[in-house]
Every structure is written in structure tokens, then in C-alpha cells.
């Protein structure tokens, strides 16, 4: 165990709806990631957030955002939803999560999302 | 776009054989970490080796890193069938103002009895 939570662990939908992924860091950790994993892309880098502020962006589409929160949860927002949204998200966190800071990520179990 | 690339994407060994994987990456990197998928699920962290350390070793696993070839490789000793997962490799580019990772395309390891 990771110590990072995530939900719902399983999430069907229809396209065109909108859905949130939270994500619970593990105690002390003050960044947070989200990536996402399909099998076409493989796994993905889509956003971080460090103690509130987001800090880089990756592939991350117009329709998906996100935010931390001051007590370090973060949530992943998805709009207008396709197939090809259908992936495994993940979210990581970390202690640091700056530049030039060697850091281990810690991942969570994951959200499987399924557009139907 | 995958930062690593490894090879080879998919690997067939019986249990007590070593495991070799490669990774090899495009960019200057500050660090790069190596991890395990089992299918479906979360990825588990396996080890870390910085940018100025050539060699390291955590149990049955072995990192190398080449910085000049941009390379780096695991491998797995004494292999159990409890290690049959996707192993990943990821850097840590040294470019920008985060820490963000950039995973591999993934081996995919099966151990058989």
C-alpha cells in the first residue's frame, strides 16, 4: 500500500458527461500528479500540482483540469467525455516535486474509466 | 511522447533465470527510477539511480546507468513467478521548473513455473 488513495476505483459513463477523480496524497507529501494510462499512449504524464499551485502541465486536454486543494487532496475533471477517454488515471504524489529535486513518485491503485 | 524506450517490450523466462530490461532516453535527466506494474493496477516504485551513480542494487533487483549512451538497465536475479509485471523506466528530466516524469513504453515480464 502506497499510502495514496484514489476514487472511485471503477467509473462507467456516456460521452459527452462529465466526471471527477479525487485523489488523496500520502501524509507529508506536498505534490501531487495525475497521469493517465491507455493502452495506445501508454502512461502519460497529464498535470502536477505542488502545495496548491499547479507546476508543469503534460498532455492534458483543454476539456480535462484539475486542483489541489489546502489540505493537499487533489481532483481530476473530466468534460465532455469521448471513447477515447477511456484509460486508467492515475494519481502520484511525492515530498517535493521541484526542479532539480530527486523524488520519488508514490502512485495510487488508480480510476479505471470506461465511456460507453 | 514516451521519453524511454524499452526493449525488449515483452520477455519469457522460467522462474530462477535472470531478467534483463533496457530503457534508453532522450534527454538530460537529473535521476531515473525504475517501476513495476502488475496488470491493472498501480505502479509500485523499485529503485532510484541518480544521474552521477553508475550502479545499484536493492535486493534481487540491479540498476545500471549509462549517461553517455543514455541507457539504463534492470535487471532481476533468481526470477520468481511473483515478479511477472510490466516494469516501467522513468526519468526525471533536468529541463523546466517541475519535477515530472516521463515513463517508458514498459517490458512486459512473465515468469513461468
Known amino acids: 500500500d502506497s499510502g495514496v488513495t484514489q476514487t472511485p476505483k471503477h467509473l462507467i459513463t456516456a460521452t459527452g458527461q462529465r466526471v471527477t477523480l479525487r485523489c488523496s496524497p500520502r501524509?507529508?507529501?506536498?505534490?501531487v500528479y495525475w497521469y493517465q494510462q491507455s493502452l495506445d499512449q501508454g502512461l502519460q504524464f497529464l498535470i502536477q500540482?505542488?502545495?496548491?499551485?499547479?507546476?508543469a502541465k503534460g498532455n492534458i486536454l483543454e476539456r480535462f483540469s484539475a486542483q489541489q486543494f489546502p489540505d493537499l487532496h487533489s481532483e481530476l475533471n473530466l468534460s465532455s467525455l469521448e471513447l477515447g477517454d477511456s484509460a486508467l488515471y492515475f494519481c502520484?504524489?511525492?515530498?517535493?516535486?521541484?526542479?532539480?529535486?530527486?523524488?520519488?513518485?508514490?502512485f495510487g491503485p488508480g480510476t479505471r474509466l470506461t465511456v460507453l | 511522447s514516451q521519453q524511454g524506450e524499452e526493449d525488449p517490450q515483452a520477455l519469457s523466462i522460467q522462474e530462477g533465470e535472470n531478467a534483463t530490461m533496457n530503457c534508453s532516453y532522450k534527454?538530460?535527466?537529473?535521476?531515473l527510477q525504475w517501476y513495476r506494474q502488475n496488470s491493472g493496477r498501480g505502479l509500485v516504485h523499485l529503485i532510484l539511480?541518480?544521474?552521477?551513480?553508475r550502479e545499484k542494487h536493492s535486493g534481487r533487483l540491479r540498476v545500471t546507468l549509462d549517461t553517455s549512451k543514455k541507457s539504463s538497465s534492470l535487471l532481476i536475479t533468481a526470477s520468481r513467478a511473483a515478479d511477472t509485471a510490466s516494469y516501467f523506466c522513468?526519468?526525471?528530466?533536468?529541463?523546466?521548473?517541475?519535477?515530472?516524469?516521463?515513463f517508458g513504453t514498459g517490458t512486459r515480464l512473465q515468469v513461468t513455473l
Open positions: 502520484a504524489s511525492s515530498v517535493g516535486g521541484l526542479a532539480g529535486v530527486t523524488d520519488t513518485q508514490y
Open positions: 500540482y505542488y502545495n496548491g499551485e499547479e507546476r
Open positions: 501524509s507529508g507529501d506536498l505534490s
Open positions: 539511480i541518480r544521474s552521477n551513480e
Open positions: 534527454t538530460s535527466i537529473n535521476n
Open positions: 522513468a526519468t526525471d528530466a533536468k529541463a523546466g521548473t517541475a519535477s515530472k516524469l516521463t
